[in-house]
T-cell receptor
Framework: GQQLNQSPQSMFIQEGEDVSMNCTSS?????WLWYKQDPGEGPVLLIA?????ELTSNGRLTAQFGITRKDSFLNISASIPSDVGIYFC?????????????FGSGTQLTVLP | DGGITQSPKYLFRKEGQNVTLSCEQN?????MYWYRQDPGQGLRLIYY???????QKGDIAEGYSVSREKKESFPLTVTSAQKNPTAFYLC???????????FGSGTRLTVV
């Protein structure tokens, strides 16, 4: 299947710091999605991106769909303790295809007080 | 509120046993999916179904089976042929808008 390279694998940051993580793919995607997973729960959609170059914000979160359509990044500003969790990127090849959602391996975020 | 219900939350299986994980949705979504999650890894697709009475294998279907007799339900059976079944299993759906997946809260399966 497709491969998504997500980095970093883990991050330890101080409360109040900004965070950046990214995903790259060897293939072109038409949709990029960012999810957050709390321990023992299912992932929850944070941001969806549908056009190359698109920059979208959701509160303190900002994500961008890369111009090449092979990458995306997620920024979190002014981190707080509840930002702790695993963040996943996901790419979809075509909106009409039911199965073509590929996930990155996740970024484990720890926020230190 | 509409959503996805996975049960049980925790499941213990003896070696050689088959177990079935439940996934029920009231979102009226057509497509349903089963993913497996192991520590430090992304989500890997086991099976998916786009319509009732139809389903396709994902990337790691060996040792698993599914059925889709009703739109609302997509149970996953972990058979004795699955040699390393201990993992966190997630069910997801997608509506016609295709705007991302909605996930259930997962089932943690442990072999004892």
């Amino acid at each position: 299947g497709q491969q998504l390279n997500q980095s970093p694998q883990s991050m330890f940051i101080q409360e109040g710091e900004d965070v950046s993580m990214n995903c790259t793919s060897s293939s072109i995607f038409n949709t990029w999605l960012w999810y957050k997973q709390d321990p023992g729960e299912g992932p929850v959609l944070l941001i969806a991106l549908y056009k190359a170059g698109e920059l979208t914000s959701n509160g303190r979160l900002t994500a961008q769909f890369g111009i090449t359509r092979k990458d995306s990044f997620l920024n979190i500003s002014a981190s707080i303790p509840s930002d702790v969790g695993i963040y996943f990127c996901a790419g979809q090849e075509s909106s009409g295809s039911a199965r073509q959602l590929t996930f990155g391996s996740g970024t484990q975020l720890t926020v230190l007080p | 509120d509409g959503g996805i219900t996975q049960s049980p939350k925790y499941l213990f299986r003896k070696e050689g046993q088959n177990v079935t994980l439940s996934c029920e949705q009231n979102l009226n979504h057509d497509a349903m999916y089963w993913y497996r999650q192991d520590p430090g890894q992304g989500l890997r697709l086991i099976y998916y179904s786009q319509i009732v009475n139809d389903f396709q294998k994902g990337d790691i279907a060996e040792g698993y089976s599914v059925s889709r007799e009703k739109k609302e339900s997509f149970p996953l059976t972990v058979t004795s042929a699955q040699k390393n079944p201990t993992a966190f299993y997630l069910c997801a759906t997608v509506g016609w808008t295709g705007k991302g997946y909605t996930f259930g809260s997962g089932t943690r399966l442990t072999v004892v």
